[in-house]
Antibody
Framework: QVQLQQSGPGLAKPSQTLSLTCAIS??????????WNWIRQSPSRGLEWLGR?????????DYAVSVQSRITINPDTSKNHFSLQLNSVTPEDTAIYYC????????????WGQGTLVTVSS | QAVLTQPSSLSASPGASASLTCTLH?????????IYWYQQKPESPPQFLLG?????????GSGVPSRFSGSKDASANAGILLISGLQSEDEADYYC?????????FGGGTKLTVL
């Protein structure tokens, strides 16, 4: 059974960097049949896909246009996890952040991490 | 205009059917997209229900009852999630999702009330 465990601070200051990690058990971040995504949810923005990383003989990333200038998603094969960094945050980045696996053909998101509420405030 | 538009709320009675719509921006053709549906209950992440592109290209999430089904209304340029035999446990938020221009795009969600 695949499980995702999120970690990272629940508070970030404006203009600083939001950093979260998602530890994978039961699968590999280097899997050729999965992609590893970050999504966030807030009352004002609803569910918003942020981006993903995946391995298909080499590493690829896709990012949402809305955050592509500020986001980095990195795999760490030694720790079998992947991370999210979002730079220059503002209060509008306050949300519950989820990591999740995208798998199957056709795709589905399963499982999801437990979610991390990140508040951007001074 | 958003890529995907969902009504913000819908109410229906137990035992009845509910049709949740997901309307695609007029610049895009719903026929070319596979539409995914997710259910979210309070304090939990969304859970996959089903994916639908056509009657020959559809699939149900593991353990999802057959009373949840997908379809499309080409004339309305919309995907539809039909829930038949509504139960109180179906009260939740429902989101549609597509892969569009190299990104996953969610609809704004519909809050379904069963009363």
């Amino acid at each position: 059974q695949v499980q995702l465990q999120q970690s990272g601070p629940g508070l970030a200051k404006p203009s600083q960097t939001l950093s979260l990690t998602c530890a994978i058990s039961g699968d590999s971040v280097s899997s050729n049949s999965a992609a590893w995504n970050w999504i966030r949810q807030s009352p004002s923005r609803g569910l918003e896909w942020l981006g993903r990383t995946y391995y298909r003989s080499k590493w690829y990333n896709d990012y949402a246009v809305s955050v592509q200038s500020r986001i980095t998603i990195n795999p760490d094969t030694s720790k079998n996890h992947f991370s999210l960094q979002l730079n220059s945050v503002t209060p509008e980045d306050t949300a519950i952040y989820y990591c999740l696996r995208e798998t199957g053909n056709p795709s589905r998101f399963d499982p999801w991490g437990q979610g991390t509420l990140v508040t951007v405030s001074s | 205009q958003a890529v995907l538009t969902q009504p913000s709320s819908l109410s229906a009675s137990p035992g009845a059917s509910a049709s949740l719509t997901c309307t695609l921006h007029s610049g895009f053709n719903v026929g070319t997209y596979r539409i995914y549906w997710y259910q979210q209950k309070p304090e939990s992440p969304p859970q996959f229900l089903l994916g639908y592109k056509s009657d020959s290209d559809k699939y149900q999430g593991s353990g999802v009852p057959s009373r949840f089904s997908g379809s499309k209304d080409a004339s309305a340029n919309a995907g539809i999630l039909l829930i038949s035999g509504l139960q109180s446990e179906d009260e939740a938020d429902y989101y549609c999702l597509i892969w569009h221009s190299s990104a996953w795009v969610f609809g704004g969600g519909t809050k379904l009330t069963v009363l």
